[in-house]
């Protein structure tokens, strides 16, 4: 059964610096999103993305955070200048229609 | 309450026996779904009901949708061990710029005791 892929499943990073976090979303799959989750807290929606570009974004979404995809298959969050409070599990969905099927999550730990 | 509040927080029941866990939220929808999540894994997706449904069966699930209630219910008959798990309901508001964008609740904990 195709599913959503995200590497890495840990990434550890020092304040300021930047990371990409990486998703392979289900092949036929044309809806893209990321969502956050603090340890402990809900999941929180970050930006949803279609047809190359964003389709909504929330207001944790700010000008440190970019998305793209920049080939057919992988689908990318990019973090300019990480925070202490960027620590959290990023998950990376993709959906057909309305059903969105999530990855595995990256846990990122920002030190 | 906030979009997508489920109840209760946490539930314990014995292997067998039927959990019930119950989900509100404020806005008008699109469709709920339902996501499970074992202990620091990803989301399962489980079952979606549309606005203009009432129920909807998968397996040993059972979803309930009442719009004029803004509230739903996923009962899982039957329960297993295996069924640990936190339990989510996310909403799905559409609009007239259907992103998708998910609102998820803070989910309940349940807990199948062998």
């Known amino acids: 059964e195709p599913e959503v892929t995200q590497t890495p499943s840990h990434q550890v990073t020092q304040m300021g610096q930047e990371v990409i976090l990486r998703c392979v979303p289900i092949?036929?799959?044309?809806?893209f999103y990321w969502y956050r989750q603090i340890l402990g807290q809900k999941v929180e929606f970050l930006v949803s993305f279609y047809n190359n570009e964003i389709s909504e974004k929330s207001e944790i979404f700010d000008d440190q955070f970019s998305v793209e995809r920049p080939d057919g298959s992988n689908f990318t969050l990019k973090i300019r200048s990480t925070k202490l409070e960027d620590s959290a599990m990023y998950f990376c969905?993709?959906?057909?229609?309305?059903?969105?099927?999530f990855g595995p999550g990256t846990r990122l730990t920002v030190t | 309450s906030q979009q997508g509040e489920e109840d209760p927080q946490a539930l314990s029941i014995q292997e067998g026996e039927n959990a019930t866990m119950n989900c509100s939220y404020k806005?008008?929808?699109?469709?709920l779904q339902w996501y499970r999540q074992n202990s620091g894994r990803g989301l399962v997706h489980l079952i979606l009901i549309r606005s203009n449904e009432r129920e909807k069966h998968s397996g040993r699930l059972r979803v309930t949708l009442d719009t004029s209630k803004k509230s739903s219910s996923l009962l899982i008959t039957a329960s297993r061990a295996a069924d640990t798990a936190s339990y989510f309901c996310a909403t799905d508001a559409g609009g007239s710029s259907n992103t998708g964008k998910l609102i998820f609740g803070q989910g309940t904990t349940l807990q199948v005791k062998p």
């Open positions: 969905a993709s959906s057909a229609d309305y059903e969105q099927y």
């Open positions: 092949s036929n799959h044309l809806y």
């Open positions: 806005t008008s929808i699109n469709n």
